[in-house]
């Protein structure tokens, strides 16, 4: 959930029930985890990737984190000769869960992550997650957001300002301006914890969008579960024979 050039511009579910995405969302990535045939997970990192094309630029550049932590994953499972670094699981297990990676990755764009921090948190709570924990991530959220503005502004300003230094120096004044962006964090949570308890706050905030469930998202909501179980049961016959 990108507030810069990384947010999803398109929703190709937008009428869906948000409480039904997240459902379909939850079904599928634990389906998508569970699968351990490439094709059924390329099939449905295929799938999951159609709805996002509009979006292609701003795909891959959300898909590069998750493929370069998937990367590091297929480097430590390499084994290596003597010990040390790697182990004896192979490459293969490690392609496996690059690809599990992915599908998540694809399913959770496609599904949960354009209903956006509002439609999510309302949705949560309709569901009756707990008040708290709601409120809790929407403030986490929303302190992440403030503090990486404050640290590209910063780096920004430091880039423009700052004279020829050797790599050492400028590693020294990265890690100053992230260490002065982490307190003023700190200080920040500390005077909205102040804010919301001097007007009231209890720790929950109250539902501001209501939601009408139709039937499309029943019948969206069954055929997501319906296809994640379809690939449960294809994947364990293809493994048993």
């Not at 502004?153 to 050492?168: E, F, G």
Request: hydrophobic share 55%.
């Amino acid at each position: 959930m990108y507030l810069n050039r990384l947010e999803f511009k398109n929703d190709a579910f937008r009428g869906i029930d948000p409480r039904c995405r997240i459902g379909a969302g939850a079904g599928l990535i634990l389906c998508c985890l569970t699968l351990s045939n490439p094709l059924l997970l390329a099939l449905l990192i295929l799938a999951a990737a159609v709805p996002l094309l509009r979006d292609l630029r701003r795909l891959l550049a959300r898909l590069l984190p998750v493929n370069l932590f998937a990367l590091f994953l297929v480097l430590t499972l390499i084994p290596v000769p003597g010990g040390g670094f790697g182990n004896q699981a192979g490459p293969a297990v490690g392609l496996l869960l690059a690809l599990r990676l992915n599908a998540a990755a694809l399913i959770s764009m496609a599904l949960i992550i354009p209903l956006g921090i509002g439609g999510l948190t309302n949705a949560l709570l309709k569901l009756r997650c707990p008040e708290k924990l709601a409120a809790l991530f929407l403030l986490t959220y929303r302190a992440l957001f403030v503090m990486y503005r404050r640290i590209f502004v910063s780096v920004a300003s430091l880039k423009l300002r700052q004279p020829r230094q050797h790599i050492l120096g400028q590693w020294r004044s990265y890690a100053a301006v992230f260490g002065t962006a982490l307190a003023g964090a700190f200080r920040r949570s500390g005077k909205i914890g102040r804010a919301l308890k001097s007007r009231g706050f209890d720790g929950s905030l109250p539902i501001t969008r209501d939601f009408v469930l139709k039937p499309g998202d029943l019948r969206f909501l069954a055929c997501s579960l319906l296809t994640a179980a379809a690939l449960w049961a294809l994947d364990r016959y293809l493994r048993a024979r």
